[in-house]
């Protein structure tokens, strides 16, 4: 006999889909905003502990150690490349995260009521095809940085013994190269360091891509919102409607609900975009810097390696560019859709079935209309907005740093 799915526990597994690793992820770190805790003190010491691992084991060896390569280019930006700037940046969204703790409660408790509410059929679907891009987002982002992340500790391990056979420096026996007030040498000391920069890099792989994650995962659920509030309005005043349409109360009263709920999800994108749009101006240039020297770094490998072009170091480097560029691209994809489903209410009310109602009533759509004329955006710090333009313009930026460094490095060969 087929067994009947009570609604309640139907949508709380929806609900689970929805949030995928997201909030796994973030917990890990402390930094999941959730409704209905009032204890902050373990998520706190979560995210600290993550933060002094970070600072420590790779942010402050690596930033003294800028001042002893003597200008040497090749070792720059290998040092700012690899270890400094991804894990900086770790570092800002672990903090913004944790300082918009209270004002993203409210936004993860509008995500959870929506999927929690009594819907249609049609409506739980549009959300689910949301969701479950979302959780491919998540899911594979996850992937490509847990790869990534241990291709180059396996890389370091192999050549961490090489440099130990040719009793090379010691910044060149750490797994990201740094500075640190005391002899690594002995073997002992050399496994602790080495295990506590390890721990710092998983570390700073989970919070990196959990945050752009989380931010896609509201982003793409206020779209799926803005398409059944579209459907709901494009369908209030059709012929079918006709009767109910003669009631000017039930007419006022859905036009009414359909314009608070399109100022609810104005609201939800705005305080999106007031929490993070910083955040993102930072992650765009570190990110552009990063292409830039990732490429840098690729076409000196090429010039010099005598051991061909396939080998584990170009597997590494491939990686590392797809996760850069893939997490750009992420934020230009959910942002461009937030463009079309914003800007997409005020094609939804002209495409309505206004002529079935009175005036009176058709008037109401004006006030929707002008509320759309100027489109929810996504932006770095106000100064760009994220869409597929964007995404193109960033990768043009990244070239023209990269071939001005390759015009430097030839200059001074």
Request: hydrophobic fraction near 45%.
């Amino acid at each position: 006999m087929w067994q009947v799915v009570p609604t309640e526990l139907l949508e709380k597994k929806y609900l689970r889909l929805a949030l995928g690793w997201n909030r796994v992820y973030l917990k890990l770190v402390g930094i999941w905003p959730e409704p209905t805790a009032t204890e902050h003190v373990s998520s706190s010491c979560k995210a600290l502990t993550a933060i002094l691992l970070l600072t420590i084991f790779i942010i402050l060896p690596q930033t003294t150690n800028l001042f002893m390569l003597n200008g040497d280019l090749d070792q720059i930006t290998n040092n700012l490349c690899l270890g400094n700037i991804p894990t900086i940046n770790t570092v800002g969204k672990i903090l913004v995260t944790w300082y918009y703790r209270e004002g993203l409660k409210p936004l993860v408790q509008s995500f959870y009521d929506d999927w929690l509410d009594p819907k249609t059929e049609e409506e739980r679907t549009t959300m689910l095809n949301r969701a479950k891009v979302s959780r491919f987002i998540s899911t594979w982002c996850a992937v490509l940085t847990q790869a990534m992340v241990m291709a180059y500790l396996s890389l370091r391990a192999v050549t961490i013994y090489a440099c130990d056979q040719d009793q090379q420096p010691q910044d060149h026996l750490l797994i990201y190269h740094g500075y640190f007030p005391y002899n690594v040498r002995p073997t002992s000391v050399l496994v602790l360091t080495n295990v506590g920069q390890a721990l710092a890099g998983l570390c700073a792989a989970v919070p990196y891509t959990s945050v752009d994650a989380f931010i896609c995962m509201l982003v793409l659920h206020t779209c799926s919102q803005f398409e059944n509030l579209r459907m709901r309005l494009e369908r209030l005043m059709d012929e079918e409607n006709e009767t109910k349409s003669v009631d000017h109360t039930w007419i006022q009263t859905e036009l009414v609900s359909i314009v608070r709920r399109h100022e609810h999800l104005n609201w939800v994108a705005n305080r999106i975009e007031e929490y993070f749009n910083v955040l993102l101006l930072v992650q765009v240039m570190l990110c552009t810097i990063e292409m830039c020297f990732q490429g840098f770094l690729f076409f000196n490998f090429v010039q010099h390696t005598e051991e061909g072009i396939w080998n584990f170091q170009l597997v590494f480097f491939v990686l590392f560019v797809n996760f850069i560029v893939v997490h750009m691209y992420i934020y230009c994809y959910v942002g461009e859709m937030l463009l079309v489903q914003s800007n997409g209410m005020a094609i939804s009310a002209y495409n309505s079935s206004w002529f079935n109602v009175a005036p009176q009533e058709a008037k109401c759509l004006l006030f929707i209309m002008n509320r759309s004329i100027r489109p929810l955006r996504l932006t770095a710090g106000k100064f760009g907005t994220f869409s597929i333009e964007m995404f193109s313009a960033i990768l043009r930026t990244a070239m023209g740093y990269l071939s001005v460094l390759l015009t430097v490095q030839a200059g001074k060969g």
